[in-house]
């Protein structure tokens, strides 16, 4: 990706900029901010002594907050640093469930609730002393309950009014689960940004003997929900689309929602073709790797799951079966999610790095500029494939 340097050096920034990490988003946020105290060591040089790039360079950019917790496992947003005139950047991962506090004697995880109080708390806690403040989180908290089939509540939409509420101006998340939620918020910044660049960029890195063309391989969606994001990858690799329709029991229900009876494929034939199934998250994985098995038994060669966020909450065990038995080759997952070690360490998974995406945005819209060039990756992904040798230069 190439830097707007000349443009960023011509731009005002909003204000000297602040990142806040918030709990289990350190390692993320650490990756973050060392891509932007590098180019700013050489960007916009000639402007030091200009009272508009105040603390434009700096060794960090990171802003200490801390989230005491009382006995009874109440807590408290403290902000240890000035922040008065800033823009904020804040970056959370609500799934975080490595995070954990004391109440009442006991060890207790954060629950996704715990991290969005936790969240709210440093909003609040900011005191509207910034001169604004944007939310970076990677996989949006309740985005599944997005819509009300029956009466229940929206969650996702009651979360971003309360954001904006707070006084956030900008909300930037990936690859949401249905970005119609930001009519919620009709009035106010949303930013879904699709990480189609940095999977292909993963899957060019990691897979031995790619050849991209409609003979050899294959995009599969899961089911009629992943179609759009499938649409996309489909059309910027120029290979054919499949997809499975899940056919579901409407009598019952089972975890507040109806069970699904079968898979069923709809689409051209999958025999010998490398398969590429896109979706935006694992849950507990079990859809998706009978997604893949059915896929094997029509006769698809090498099998790729790639996802933007692996949540694997039922365990890894199932997955290393899987794999063991052919089921799939690998699995490819944002890092925009807490990862486990163990996690890290299978030899199916593969890691695809966010930080460096999320650094352009925070450097560009620090610098007020439009941020259209990096949510459109087409180009991108074309320059990418050609250098890679596995598309012809047009």
């Given at each position: 990706m190439a830097r707007q340097t000349a443009e960023n050096i011509n731009s005002i920034p909003v204000g000297p900029l602040g990142i806040i990490g918030m709990p289990g988003c350190e390692e993320l946020t650490d990756k973050i901010d060392k891509y932007l105290v590098k180019w700013r060591k050489t960007q916009a040089t000639e402007h030091q002594e200009n009272v508009a790039f105040f603390a434009y360079q700096r060794d960090t950019y990171k802003i200490d907050v801390s989230i005491p917790r009382f006995g009874s496992g109440e807590g408290k947003g403290v902000i240890n640093d000035t922040v008065r005139g800033y823009d904020i950047y804040i970056i959370a991962d609500v799934f975080n469930?490595?995070?954990?506090?004391?109440?009442?004697?006991?060890?207790?995880?954060?629950?996704?609730?715990?991290?969005?109080?936790?969240?709210?708390?440093?909003?609040?806690?900011?005191?509207?002393?910034?001169?604004?403040?944007?939310?970076?989180?990677?996989?949006?908290?309740?985005?599944?309950?997005?819509?009300?089939?029956?009466?229940?509540?929206?969650?996702?939409a009651m979360a971003l009014q309360e954001l904006v509420d707070l006084g956030v101006d900008n909300i930037i998340t990936f690859d949401a689960h249905d970005q119609r939620v930001q009519n919620s918020i009709p009035d106010s910044s949303f930013e879904n940004v699709m990480p189609t660049y940095q999977m292909i960029k993963a899957l060019a890195n990691n897979v031995d003997n790619l050849t991209i063309d409609p003979e050899h391989l294959m995009i599969i969606s899961p089911d009629e929900g992943a179609m759009q994001r499938c649409i996309y990858f489909a059309t910027q690799l120029g290979v054919n689309l499949g997809m499975f329709y899940k056919r579901r029991d409407y009598t019952r229900i089972v975890n507040g929602r109806n069970p699904i009876v079968e898979h069923q494929y709809l689409g051209d034939s999958v025999q010998g073709k490398d398969i590429i199934i896109v979706d935006d998250m694992i849950s507990s994985g079990e859809s998706m790797l009978e997604v893949a098995s059915k896929l094997k038994k029509l006769g698809a060669k090498r099998i790729f799951v790639c996802t933007t966020f692996g949540l694997f909450c039922n365990g890894l065990e199932v997955f290393d079966k899987a794999y063991n038995d052919g089921v799939f080759d690998r699995v490819f997952t944002t890092n925009g999610v807490y990862q486990s070690p163990e996690l890290l360490d299978r030899e199916w998974y593969v890691s695809v790095e966010l930080s460096k995406y999320t650094a352009y945005f925070i450097d560009t819209l620090n610098h007020d500029m439009s941020v259209s060039s990096l949510l459109d990756s087409s180009e991108r992904i074309n320059n990418l494939l050609v250098k890679k040798g596995l598309k012809e230069a047009k």
């Amino acid at each position: 990706m190439a830097r707007q340097t000349a443009e960023n050096i011509n731009s005002i920034p909003v204000g000297p900029l602040g990142i806040i990490g918030m709990p289990g988003c350190e390692e993320l946020t650490d990756k973050i901010d060392k891509y932007l105290v590098k180019w700013r060591k050489t960007q916009a040089t000639e402007h030091q002594e200009n009272v508009a790039f105040f603390a434009y360079q700096r060794d960090t950019y990171k802003i200490d907050v801390s989230i005491p917790r009382f006995g009874s496992g109440e807590g408290k947003g403290v902000i240890n640093d000035t922040v008065r005139g800033y823009d904020i950047y804040i970056i959370a991962d609500v799934f975080n469930y490595s995070c954990t506090y004391k109440m009442y004697g006991m060890t207790v995880p954060k629950s996704p609730d715990d991290h969005f109080a936790d969240l709210k708390r440093v909003i609040h806690a900011l005191s509207s002393k910034p001169k604004r403040v944007s939310v970076i989180m990677p996989m949006l908290y309740e985005g599944r309950q997005h819509k009300r089939s029956a009466r229940e509540s929206l969650d996702c939409a009651m979360a971003l009014q309360e954001l904006v509420d707070l006084g956030v101006d900008n909300i930037i998340t990936f690859d949401a689960h249905d970005q119609r939620v930001q009519n919620s918020i009709p009035d106010s910044s949303f930013e879904n940004v699709m990480p189609t660049y940095q999977m292909i960029k993963a899957l060019a890195n990691n897979v031995d003997n790619l050849t991209i063309d409609p003979e050899h391989l294959m995009i599969i969606s899961p089911d009629e929900g992943a179609m759009q994001r499938c649409i996309y990858f489909a059309t910027q690799l120029g290979v054919n689309l499949g997809m499975f329709y899940k056919r579901r029991d409407y009598t019952r229900i089972v975890n507040g929602r109806n069970p699904i009876v079968e898979h069923q494929y709809l689409g051209d034939s999958v025999q010998g073709k490398d398969i590429i199934i896109v979706d935006d998250m694992i849950s507990s994985g079990e859809s998706m790797l009978e997604v893949a098995s059915k896929l094997k038994k029509l006769g698809a060669k090498r099998i790729f799951v790639c996802t933007t966020f692996g949540l694997f909450c039922n365990g890894l065990e199932v997955f290393d079966k899987a794999y063991n038995d052919g089921v799939f080759d690998r699995v490819f997952t944002t890092n925009g999610v807490y990862q486990s070690p163990e996690l890290l360490d299978r030899e199916w998974y593969v890691s695809v790095e966010l930080s460096k995406y999320t650094a352009y945005f925070i450097d560009t819209l620090n610098h007020d500029m439009s941020v259209s060039s990096l949510l459109d990756s087409s180009e991108r992904i074309n320059n990418l494939l050609v250098k890679k040798g596995l598309k012809e230069a047009k």
